[in-house]
């Protein structure tokens, strides 16, 4: 017989359905709780995850699917479940309740509301009985229900300090105080002009791990913000020290266990400070800021390994993380067969059994990967596959004698690692595999939208940006109404769409501002790689909305949340960095990328966020490295390539390809058709003013409003940029 099924088993996030059978009498967030909870005077025990969190897992198999914790819960609260990745806009105002209370923020979040929906208590996750210090799950419940019954002033007092601590800490800082205007965003950003990147730097390298790479110790995230600035810094202003910096951490994610290197893609963090354990979910926007950053790498460094890993990156998204419409995936879980990582590590018989009758494959494979019988993970005796040894070292080690160390002896180790490769890959697949959250995010693959199509010019992969393109359409027919962007596609149709109206289209409920800004961001980016300027009206059309829905004149910035969206206890700014770039420094660098090409109107909204933002970048370019990012655009000025010619000619696509090869992370690409007005339309701002050459294209480098004369050939076109 079915178990039971809660509230939840109506929703479409795969979060939230893997809770629906849970005794727990879980309720979505929604106007039923909330007066549930107001009518019987119980407080709310929130519950936030995501569906690839282990650790999620975890507290639902020791608490949420336990009889008697269940009950309690039930008896004493009203219970709402949360989707992280559906709701960021919760997820933003309450994980900083842990935070304020002085412990670190994550996942499982669990906080403790009023019906009123202030938070009094929170923590992440909780074990079921005492342990490590940590209070039992039942513990917990028991003095938050008793504290509401019998302490209620002082519960009362506790939320309201901490909702005002959220809505003094979510805005843009204080410090940048004052009224706004183009002259005032000048002054506020020129004084850290000359520097900002210098400055910026040298807090990030005071934090740096000069042995491993990264920053910080354990645990150890990409925080690929953060590698951009260094990048920046190394390779615009010669810092040497910043260069090697971002070269050391590429090298050594891409040789840990973070790296997938049987399918590619990259984990969502390690554990430990070498890169060699890690949690094992992959995360959409992971491998795509990732994939952006190694083809910048190679773009800036010239080493084949940061191609051939952005070429594995998008190998395993299109295999894995493609929806038949063409968006991708959100993630990919962390435990199968209810163990964590049990997908992808190995043991020394595991192996054996992979490659088979084929022991110079085997060898190699065990020495390359460091495979061996005590293993490396959690003293289960497995490994978790790492570049443990370079193949010439393994090779040297398995010299037969004679021959042994000739470049035929290399070339068989290689072609045994080649097949051993292949042989465990098919193995893994064979194994029972990890669940994948198959919401399409907007926001997400808006930042690989770009990433695919950026990465696809700069390593001549039109098959990449073919897919970038496919992802948009997908996402601009189903999630796009009046420029406003919906959250997500759930089997290929807008979640919690009412159903088409006569022109077949879904209502659409809006998303959030990273969904308006990355996407927006994402239309400039296949703008630029494919010359279409449809995509300009789209990226405005877009721009037009955040703006008209989260830009506040009094808070002089982007509201994460619309206008029209949801009452909540707070309205915050998303202004700091997490895994994924900030909201409010995504919008700003949408309107100043606008700005630059298509009309100048979009950029009082850029300086004005920016003004706001700067004095805290310059203190905190750790929370806000890439605020830091945009106002270095903003204080540099753009590089802006302005080729004129036949549209789809070779010779306007040499000169466009030449600079998609060079790492400007502040490049604008445009082509101007003189047989096409609506090309010079699209980007009126830097068309005016170029004329053609008969018979020929030309490409004109533009360094603010300075413009460089015209060159006709790749190699002019390059040492312009050089």
């Known amino acids: 017989m079915a178990s039971p099924t809660n509230r939840l088993a109506s929703e479409s996030s795969p979060y939230l359905l893997q809770h629906a059978h849970n005794p727990v009498a879980w309720y979505p967030w929604g106007a039923e709780a909330l007066e549930l909870a107001r009518r019987e005077d119980k407080p709310i025990l929130l519950s936030i995850g995501y569906a690839a969190c282990h650790w999620c897992h975890v507290m639902e198999r020791e608490s949420f699917e336990d009889e008697a914790i269940a009950r ?28 304020l209370m002085g412990r670190s923020g994550g996942w499982p979040l669990t906080v403790f509301l009023t019906p009123d929906q202030r938070p009094f208590f929170a923590g992440t996750y909780f074990p079921p009985r005492d342990k490590h210090g940590m209070p039992g799950f039942p513990k917990v419940l028991d003095a938050v229900a008793d504290a509401y019954r019998n302490r209620r002033g002082d519960v009362e007092l506790q939320a309201k300090e901490i909702t005002q601590a959220i809505e003094r800490v979510q805005r843009a800082p204080a410090s940048a105080a004052g009224p706004a205007s183009a002259a005032g965003a000048a002054s506020a950003v020129e004084p850290a002009s000359s520097d900002l990147l210098q400055r910026a730097s040298r807090q990030l390298l005071a934090r740096f791990d000069n042995r491993h790479g990264g920053i910080g110790t354990r645990p150890k995230f990409p925080n690929t913000m953060s590698l951009d600035v260094l990048l920046r810094r190394g390779v615009l202003e010669g810092d040497r020290v910043a260069a090697e910096s971002v070269e050391l951490t590429l090298d050594r994610m891409r040789d840990g266990g973070i790296w997938d290197h049987l399918r590619g893609g990259f984990h969502r963090y390690s554990t430990d400070e070498r890169w060699l354990v890690p949690h094992f979910e992959k995360m959409l926007y992971d491998n795509a800021l990732l994939l952006r950053l190694y083809a910048d790498g190679f773009r800036a460094f010239k080493k084949p390994i940061y191609a051939e890993t952005a070429r594995e990156i ?28 049990k997908f992808f590590v190995w043991t020394l018989d595991q192996l054996r059994a992979a490659v088979g009758e084929d022991p110079l494959a085997y060898d190699v494979a065990r020495l390359v990967f460091g495979v061996t019988e005590e293993g490396n993970f959690e003293h289960t005796g497995a490994t978790v596959l790492s570049q443990h040894r370079t193949l010439e070292q393994a090779a040297a080690i398995l010299d037969a004698g004679p021959g042994g160390g000739s470049a035929a002896h290399l070339e068989r180790c290689r072609e045994a690692l080649a097949r051993a490769r292949v042989k465990m890959l098919a193995a893994r697949e064979a194994r029972p595999r990890p669940a994948r959250d198959d919401k399409v995010l907007a926001s997400w693959n808006g930042l690989l939208i770009g990433a695919l199509a950026d990465a696809g010019r700069a390593m001549d992969e039109p098959a990449w940006v073919d897919a970038a393109a496919r992802a948009f359409a997908a996402l601009e027919q189903k999630l796009v109404r009046g420029g406003r962007v919906g959250r997500y596609l759930k089997d290929g149709a807008p979640a919690g ?19 308006q800004a990355y996407l927006g961001n994402a239309a400039l980016d296949l703008y630029e790689v494919t010359s279409d300027p449809r995509y300009v009206g789209v990226a405005r059309a ?28 707070a309205r915050t700014q998303d202004i700091y960095d997490q ?63 302005v080729v004129v010619g036949e549209a789809g000619s070779s010779a306007s696509g040499e000169l ?57 050939t790749p190699a002019e076109l390059k040492a312009l940029l050089g």
């Open 579 to 641: 895994a994924a770039p900030s909201a409010t420094s995504m919008a700003a660098l949408l309107c100043l990328r606008l700005a630059e090409i298509a009309d100048e109107r979009y950029l009082p909204p850029a300086e004005r966020q920016l003004e706001a933002l700067a004095p805290a970048a310059v203190e905190n370019p750790f929370g806000l490295s890439q605020t830091v990012c945009v106002l270095d655009r903003l204080a540099r000025g753009s590089v802006t390539v």
């Open 542 to 569: 877009i721009a037009d909305a955040m703006i008209a829905h989260h830009w506040d004149d009094a808070a002089r910035g982007f509201f994460f949340t619309p206008d029209d969206g949801d009452a909540l206890i």
């Open 656 to 712: 466009a390809r030449e600079a998609f090869k060079a790492y400007l992370p502040n490049r604008a690409v445009v082509l101007v058709d003189p047989a096409r007005p609506e090309t010079a339309a699209a980007a009126q701002v830097v068309a005016e003013g170029k004329p053609a050459r008969p018979g020929s294209a030309v490409a004109y480098v533009c360094r603010g409003r300075t413009c460089s004369a015209p060159v006709t």
């Open 497 to 515: 769409a009412k159903a088409a109206g006569g022109d077949g289209a879904a209502d659409v409920r809006p998303g959030f501002l990273d969904d």
């Open 314 to 341: 998008v190998g395993y998204l299109l295999a894995e993380m493609r929806a038949p419409e063409g968006g991708f995936y959100a993630s990919q879980d962390a435990d199968s067969e209810g163990s964590e990582g």
């Open 72 to 99: 309690r819960m039930n008896e004493l609260f009203v219970n709402i479940k949360v989707d992280r990745e559906e709701r960021p806009d919760l997820d933003h105002i309450y994980q900083l309740v842990v935070q």
